[in-house]
């Protein structure tokens, strides 16, 4: 079983529809971050969290230390917002310097 | 423009041949490291560095080398490069390993 597994792996949109990207983790850790990678592009860091929430523009990030789950919102989406979601977690213990990371959500959003 | 520049963006090369992939960031960040992305794999830590001389071993080392020897650069070196190591690399720094990272655009490698 992966640390790392985040739901969907595919998601279609509709241009304005509101979009919940989810990540969920099994170990324990000390940040949780949300990346944005577009096709044949780079990858961009979107949030670090370790707890609460964080908001930038339409994009809003939760985290839920107890339950081991964060959320990524799109609010109004975009064409542009077409792209793979990946989230990646730094363990607290141990090595607490390596990214484990989810295999991404990739995003489609139609106009 | 602060940046992660990483050399060269496409490498295609035979088995054996030692090579060397490049990456350098301008805004004096201590934490580095690499990582590799393949289909349904997705991005896997290679080697990462918390400051000058000091490098540590990520989730797949095999067959891969690292050095620190200025802040700035943190090459990676495939000194017998084989087809399995054919990926996407990237690049990435930050400030320290508890802040946000800045990545590099990525190499892709083909080892025939």
């Known amino acids: 079983k992966n640390e790392v597994e985040q739901s969907p792996q595919n998601l279609t949109a509709q241009e304005g529809e509101f979009i919940t990207i989810n990540c969920s983790y099994s170990v324990g850790i000390s940040a949780l971050h949300w990346l944005q990678q577009h096709p044949g592009g780079g990858i961009v860091s979107l949030f670090m969290?370790?707890?609460g929430k964080k908001k930038h523009g339409r994009l809003i990030a939760t985290i839920n230390i107890q339950e081991k789950h964060s959320s990524l919102h799109i609010t109004a989406s975009h064409p542009r917002d077409s792209a793979v979601y990946i989230c990646a977690v730094r363990n607290s213990g141990g090595s607490n310097y390596k990214l484990t990371f989810g295999k991404g959500t990739l995003l489609t959003v139609n106009p | 423009e602060a940046q992660v520049t990483q050399n060269p963006r496409y490498l295609i090369t035979v088995t054996g041949k030692k090579l060397t992939v490049t990456c350098s960031q301008n805004m004096n960040h201590e934490y580095m490291s690499w990582y590799r992305q393949d289909p349904g794999l997705g991005l896997r830590q290679i080697y990462y560095s918390m400051n000058v001389e000091v490098t540590d071993k990520g989730d797949v080392p095999e067959g891969y080398k690292v050095s620190r020897k200025e802040k700035r650069n943190f090459p990676l070196i495939l000194e017998s490069p084989s087809p399995n190591q054919t990926s996407l690399y990237f690049c990435?720094?930050?400030?320290?390993?508890?802040?946000?990272?800045?990545f590099g655009s990525g190499t892709r490698l083909t080892v025939v």
């Open positions: 990435a720094s930050s400030l320290s390993a508890g802040n946000g990272y800045t």
């Open positions: 969290l370790s707890s």
